[in-house]
């Protein structure tokens, strides 16, 4: 069974270009979260998506932006990179229908703005 | 909003000690805190969690203790393990805060052989 697959684990983008990061969650899991990990910290969480729609969303400026799809895989979209926005890119998936919204981690993406 | 923090951003322990790891939270509107492991180069993985109702929980070789009181929440490992070096992050979650976990800074776990 497979667990949540991000793609691509590395990246390397120059300032001010934009970047698509995908995810594809573990087996039975309908709900994928974002969340960007800075080094050295803890990760941060950017939104949620259920139902292809977003329905929470942290404290992230609109160059952040997602989409899922019918199968439940989702991108991460951030335009006009910053070099602040260098990090890694984590994905969880979980199921609303769980017993504690158990979430898996995929490994995430690094993505390092130049 | 909810934060959650941690005491000691790293952790020296002798192979086979005991561990203690230990966590803050300001905001009692969580329904669960987990416990994280994270190695490098990975994803956060799963360890233990707890519901705000309890205030002990014991899995394989980890117990995570609540103490609501003072907003304290601390992981256990008994006989640590070169394994267990990772960083370690405990989180809240909140039925009524939008369902995302929201984390703390982490504390490093080295373990000497």
């Known amino acids: 069974d497979a667990g949540v697959t991000q793609s691509p684990t590395h990246l390397i983008k120059t300032r001010g270009q934009q970047v698509t990061l995908r995810c594809s969650p573990k087996?039975?899991?309908?709900?994928v979260s974002w969340y960007q990990q800075a080094l050295g910290q803890g990760p941060q969480f950017i939104f949620q998506?259920?139902?292809?729609?977003?329905?929470q969303r942290g404290n992230f400026p609109d160059r952040f932006s997602g989409h899922q799809f019918p199968n439940y895989s989702s991108e991460l979209n951030v335009n006009a990179l910053l070099l602040g926005d260098s990090a890694l890119y984590l994905c969880?998936?979980?199921?609303?229908?769980?017993?504690?919204?158990?979430?898996?981690f995929g490994s995430g993406t690094r993505l390092t703005v130049v | 909003g909810e934060s959650v923090g941690l005491h000691l951003p790293t952790l020296s322990v002798q192979e086979g000690d005991n561990s203690i790891i230990n966590c803050a939270y300001s905001?009692?509107?969580?329904?669960?805190f987990i416990w994280y492991k994270q190695e490098s180069g990975k994803g956060p993985q799963f360890i233990i969690d707890?519901?705000?109702?309890?205030d002990k929980r014991q899995g394989q070789r980890v117990t995570v203790l609540l103490n609501k009181t003072v907003k304290h929440l601390s992981l256990q490992i008994a006989a640590t393990q070169p394994g267990d070096s990772a960083v370690y992050f405990c989180?809240?979650?909140?039925?009524?805060?939008?369902?995302?976990?929201?984390f703390g800074g982490g504390t490093r776990l080295m373990v000497k052989p």
């Open positions: 989180a809240g979650i909140g039925y009524n805060a939008g369902n995302m976990l929201t």
């Open positions: 087996s039975g899991h309908d709900t």
């Open positions: 998506y259920y139902e292809e729609e977003e329905r």
């Open positions: 969880a998936s979980s199921t609303i229908r769980g017993a504690n919204y158990g979430y898996t």
């Open positions: 905001n009692s509107a969580s329904d669960y």
């Open positions: 707890i519901r705000s109702n309890m």
